[in-house]
């Protein structure tokens, strides 16, 4: 971190300040620039707050030289992969994760398990407690929701992702789901997230309507710190001025954390757009610019689901993108081996 100190700081004050971060332990070099002095510390304080040193008497202006994240940030080469089931995350091809926004009934969710898994999906989504803008639409069947999940997942064998609100729903969700969502809603709640750091199953965090890239980085931070590194990120789109989509995909965001964190980065069109029609030509998008997989809300009669029936696709809409995913995929992976022996050739070309 570099302290910038005022420019009229007397040699009193400079000694002064110098004396409080030797009795911080902080080991640092003072550093003679046009613009005053610059105190350059040596130690990370990545995770020391800045009031820590804007406070400082003498301080004008901090610059940190570390990122505040030092657990989500990329690592020179890697990339943190997960496994669940048959499911790679971040490894290989991408992954589609489908289902209803919410589980309506036994039946009715064994019934889109089987559809989704022959539409080319590899992990089923329900959603059990359901965060609803009004207190009047339907919430969710709780505890039964879970039940049904684990019973599809027992007779289709595909993982199964649940959203939990509350610290309570991580005790009734573990033990029937194999990864815990965090919604939109509640990338804020910070007693969910450390709770959620204990937990042994993955996470699957989404960024919050408003939320800035790095708010969602410091979120998955929590989970991470608090001792559990299984994080997938979302993005589900956020809210901006636009009416005509639900939110605004921010696909950038996808192509930023892949360059600046090792966790695999989902995308949700449906939640992402809100509109069944643009759902198979923003997960083609998606893919393309890195994702790891997708989170896709299907139904099997859209018009009568219990929740976001507007942004609900088919499995035969499903069967079509997980197709296009294969091609695009496909199509990504011989653009790396190109361009890998282009800047091989380029190497090899005498100047
Ligand atoms: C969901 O996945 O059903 C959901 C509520 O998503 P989000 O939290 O992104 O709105
Ligand atoms: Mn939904």
Do not use: W
Not at 82 to 102: D, E, Q, Y
Not at 212 to 235: D, F, Q, R
């Amino acid at each position: 971190m570099l302290l910038f100190l005022d420019r009229d700081l007397n040699t009193d004050g400079l000694a002064e300040l110098q004396a409080r971060l030797e009795r911080m332990g902080l080991s640092f070099q003072s550093l003679s620039h046009p613009d005053g002095t610059i105190i350059a510390l040596q130690e990370d304080v990545s995770t020391l707050a800045s009031h820590v040193f804007t406070q400082l008497p003498g301080v004008t202006k901090i610059l940190r030289t570390s990122p505040q994240t030092p657990l989500t940030e990329r690592k020179e080469g890697t990339q943190i992969g997960l496994t669940l089931k048959n499911c790679n995350f971040g490894k290989g091809k991408p992954i589609v994760i489908a289902g209803p926004c919410s589980v309506e009934g036994q039946a009715h969710l064994l019934h889109l398990a089987h559809a989704v898994r022959e539409s080319g999906a590899s992990m089923l989504r329900g959603g059990a407690f359901k965060p609803r803008t009004s207190p009047y639409e339907f919430q969710g069947l709780g505890l039964d929701g879970l039940k049904h999940l684990s019973e599809a997942a027992r007779i289709t064998g595909l993982p199964i992702v649940s959203e939990v609100m509350s610290t309570e729903h991580i005790e009734l969700a573990e033990p029937y789901v194999d990864m815990l969502q965090v919604g939109a809603r509640n990338m804020y709640n910070y007693e969910l997230l450390k709770e959620l750091g204990r937990s042994k199953k993955p996470v699957l965090l989404k960024r919050a309507l408003s939320a800035t890239i790095s708010e969602l980085l410091h979120a998955a931070e929590y989970i991470i710190l608090h001792g559990n590194p299984k994080v997938v990120l979302c993005e589900r789109g956020i809210r901006t001025f636009e009416t005509m989509t639900r939110n605004t995909l921010d696909l950038s965001a996808v192509a930023l954390l892949k360059s600046m964190t090792g966790l695999p980065v989902l995308v949700d069109p449906s939640h992402g757009t809100g509109r069944r029609d643009l759902v198979r030509t923003m997960s083609r998008a998606a893919i393309a610019c890195g994702a790891d997989g997708l989170i896709i809300e299907v139904h099997d009669n859209p018009r009568c689901a219990m929740s976001d029936g507007e942004q609900a696709i088919t499995p035969a809409e499903l069967n079509l993108i997980c197709s296009d995913l294969d091609k695009i995929y496909s199509a990504l992976q011989e653009t790396t081996v190109v361009s890998t022996s282009m800047q091989a050739q380029i190497a090899e070309t005498p100047s």
